[in-house]
């Protein structure tokens, strides 16, 4: 009778829980960078970006201890210097996601992701009010003409582009200004830009 060899399964160092906590963190933090390339402009409500911002400190503080944690114990496992060093460059990898693009650029999940969602499906026509940071001419890649840059949102995605000519060149900094498009009193799908009825 052939003898029967138990073979331990072996338990995956991630639970799969966790794994799919963090690819959802991942698609709610990117699209908006995405999106920009093909000029989807959103922009999330100053209000929301206040109320937002602290979370997403939060979240991505988290993240980055998990990470580190669980590159912690795959390094102690190693035994060679080689492999050890992988493990370092893989941590560094992955850890500077959240990083540079929540901690230190200012975008987030919660700031970005969320309310962009939320404003897809909703799909209501709505006007915001921003401050002007900056105006006129095109932004420093040349490829944004008649831009009007908003103050507080997270930079580099804080420029609404093609504007007509009036409004980006007369608009001066530290004015109001009505951006409206389709989403929710979150933010929204930036279609135009325009001077307030009572300027």
Request: charged share 15%; glycine share 6%; aromatic share 16%.
């Amino acid at each position: 009778m052939p003898e029967k060899i138990l073979t331990k399964e072996k338990k995956p160092i991630v639970a799969r829980w966790v794994r799919v906590v963090l690819l959802v963190y991942l698609v709610l933090t990117v699209p908006h960078i995405i999106l920009s390339f093909f000029s989807v402009q959103y922009f999330p409500s100053p209000d929301w970006l206040i109320t937002a911002r602290p979370f997403d400190i939060a979240l991505s503080v988290a993240v980055l201890c998990f990470i580190s944690a669980v590159c912690f114990r795959l390094w102690k496992k190693q035994r060679s210097s080689s492999a050890r060093w992988d493990v370092f460059w893989q941590w560094f990898s992955f850890s500077m996601f959240p990083a540079l693009l929540v901690l230190q650029m200012g975008a987030g999940a919660v700031t970005y992701g969320f309310p962009m969602i939320v404003s897809a499906f909703a799909r209501q026509e709505i006007e915001l009010p921003y401050t002007s940071d900056w105006y006129g001419g095109s932004g420093p890649d040349g490829h944004c003409p008649f831009s009007i840059e908003l103050e507080g949102v997270p930079s580099p995605w804080d420029r609404i582009c093609n504007q007509s000519e009036e409004l980006a060149t007369t608009i001066k900094p530290g004015e109001t200004i009505l951006v409206w498009g389709k989403g929710t009193s979150m933010g929204l799908f930036a279609y135009g830009a325009k001077f307030p009825t009572d300027r």
